[in-house]
């Protein structure tokens, strides 16, 4: 239990976790709420399930990653748990959705779609996330602390 949330008290993974946690909850919220232009939880899982084909179940685990988790992540609560979620999110977007466009945004509107060098970055800083522990001020932290002590 201790390893789970044991984290590394560094201020630079306190940096990656408050910075992709911001940048994702924003995207869960589309999803969850239909805030920032999004299309809210039951038109979400259509589009989803109907177009994408993916099952509702997963569909709901990525609503509440990107959502619930990332409020969790900006906290430092279950950071690994939640970094792992957030892996395997973008990996089934670039899988599903962004490969056929290729690594680069899409700046210039010259490619069909978005490509994938955005769902790398997250990856790349979940992982460090999945590796480190949250940093300091995480409640991970806090917690791992007080397994400690008993």
Known sequence: MKGFFSTQEMFSLTIVRIGVGAVLLPHGFQKLLGWFGGFGWGPTIGFFSHSLH?????TV???LCE????VAMLMGFMTRFVATGY????????GLVHWNNGFFMNW??????EGFEYHLLVIAMAAALLVGGGGKWSVDGAIARIVDRT
Not at 54 to 58: A, E
């Open 54 to 58: 993916i099952p509702v179940f997963l």
């Open 61 to 63: 685990l990525v609503i």
């Open 67 to 70: 959502s619930l988790g990332s």
């Open 87 to 94: 892996i395997l999110i973008m990996l089934g977007a670039i």
């Open 108 to 113: 210039f509107g010259k490619q069909a779609g």
